[in-house]
């Protein structure tokens, strides 16, 4: 069997991948304990510094997946690509892509927060407000308690509306795939 460019990237994504989101995880948890739980020194500041970089990186993968399991299911080999993966194996990874991306909007209004100071957002955002408000936002729910102030913070925040609509627009389109397709058994 032939090992394409593809193919490899594909292998390599499957490792670093999850190694960079655990890596994120472990430097947004150092964030959102300083300084009650760790000492903010330069420690701490790179290890927050670093996964908050990373989380871009997660951008990268989690655009690959989606596309990926686009082409899987309504590109030329839609068939063969439903034949071989199993159905909660999609739903999973339309499920993780979701998560993610509620993270990594999260992040960045953290980041914001922290350059703009009060300017951003209507109130202090700590990370896990920000994932809460991040949630809210991508399923357009939109409670008020949290909002954004400053240009910067309303272009992302459109930006995530934008993004939430689109993929539960592909999510149900997902299921659609599948109530319309008979797979062979």
Same mark, same amino acid.
């Given at each position: ?7 490899? $990237? ?17 430097? $947004? ?157």
């Amino acid at each position: 069997m032939i090992n394409t460019a593809g193919d490899r $990237l594909a292998r390599w994504l499957r490792v670093i991948g999850p190694i960079i989101i655990v890596y994120c995880i472990f430097g $947004l948890l150092v964030e959102a304990g300083v300084p009650r739980i760790f000492p903010d020194n330069a420690f701490t500041a790179i290890v927050r510094d670093a996964a908050n970089f990373g989380v871009f990186a997660i951008w990268f993968y989690l655009i690959w997946r989606i596309s990926k399991t686009l082409q899987g299911l309504y590109g030329a080999e839609s068939a063969q690509y439903l034949e071989v993966t199993p159905i909660w194996r999609i739903l999973l990874d339309v499920t993780i892509a979701f998560v993610l991306a509620a993270f990594c909007f999260s992040v960045l209004y953290v980041y914001i927060a922290r350059l703009q100071g009060p300017a951003a957002f209507s109130g202090d955002l700590t990370l896990g407000e920000a994932l809460y408000f991040s949630i809210v936002t991508m399923t357009t729910t939109g409670y008020g308690d949290i909002s954004p102030k400053s240009g910067l913070a309303k272009f992302l925040v459109s930006v995530q509306i934008l993004f939430g609509f689109l993929y539960n627009v592909l999510f149900f389109s997902i299921f659609a795939s599948f109530a319309g397709r008979k797979r062979p058994g």
